[in-house]
């Protein structure tokens, strides 16, 4: 009886993660390796996002710059960069700058062609940025929606490898793993002992400090 109990709860907690990816959510965990690609370089990084319907956790990890966390929700557009900062901790609530598209800086072109990542069979998209003269390949699936990534949140769906452009250079970002294990809702929550804080007032704060850092997500 206990097993058929405990198998009956397997399937409904199974069939519950199940609908949620059928029905436009993701629930898991996604991991990126971040190569950079325009010239040699030794730091190593990733990315890790966890997904729980609307509420989104972003991981960055980088031999350069330590880690950096990233709390959103789409559903009230609202984001916070966690910051431990000479022994005070913030949760800085900045703009969310996925959900602007007024000005991209790239286009996306359909072209033919499959490539599997991570298990997953994905489509290919030529991409260009403004700047670039020649185009990239990346690749994405239409399984899941591209709005839990925190850039180009307008393809035709989650991108399994992909470039950004920044200051610091071009990067590649490829999909190592996907979990479908849903997270725990306390992942998404901001720990008691991080200050709410908005970003002028952290500026502020730290000018006044004498200050120079600020969080760059």
Same mark, same amino acid.
């Given at each position: ?77 609202? %984001? !916070?960069? +966690?910051?431990?900062? *000479? ?11 996925? /959900? @602007? ?70 990067? %590649? !970002?490829? +999909?190592?793993?996907? *979990? ?11 720990? /008691? @002992? ?24």
């Amino acid at each position: 009886m206990q097993h058929l109990r405990l198998f009956l709860l397997f399937i409904l907690a199974f069939s519950a993660t199940v609908n949620a990816q059928q029905n436009g959510h993701f629930n898991g965990a996604l991991t990126y390796r971040i190569e950079r690609v325009d010239v040699a370089d030794s730091v190593q990084a990733k990315m890790i996002i966890f997904a729980r319907d609307s509420m989104i956790k972003i991981v960055n990890f980088s031999t350069d710059f330590g880690k950096q966390e990233t709390i959103k929700h789409l559903v009230y557009q609202k %984001k !916070y960069v +966690l910051i431990d900062l *000479d022994g005070s901790k913030f949760a800085i609530q900045m703009k969310d700058s996925s /959900s @602007d598209q007024s000005e991209k800086s790239y286009r996306f072109r359909k072209i033919k062609g499959h490539e599997k990542i991570a298990g997953i069979k994905g489509k290919k998209l030529a991409f260009q940025y403004k700047l670039m003269k020649n185009e990239l390949t990346i690749v994405y699936t239409d399984k899941i929606p591209a709005k839990y990534l925190d850039a180009y949140t307008d393809a035709p769906g989650l991108l399994l490898q992909y470039y950004v452009v920044n200051d610091h250079g071009l990067f %590649k !970002y490829t +999909l190592e793993s996907i *979990d479908y294990k849903t997270p725990p809702l306390t992942l998404f929550m901001i720990p /008691s @002992d991080y200050q709410r804080i908005s970003f002028k007032d952290f500026i502020e704060k730290q000018q006044r400090a004498g200050h120079s850092s600020i969080p760059n997500n």
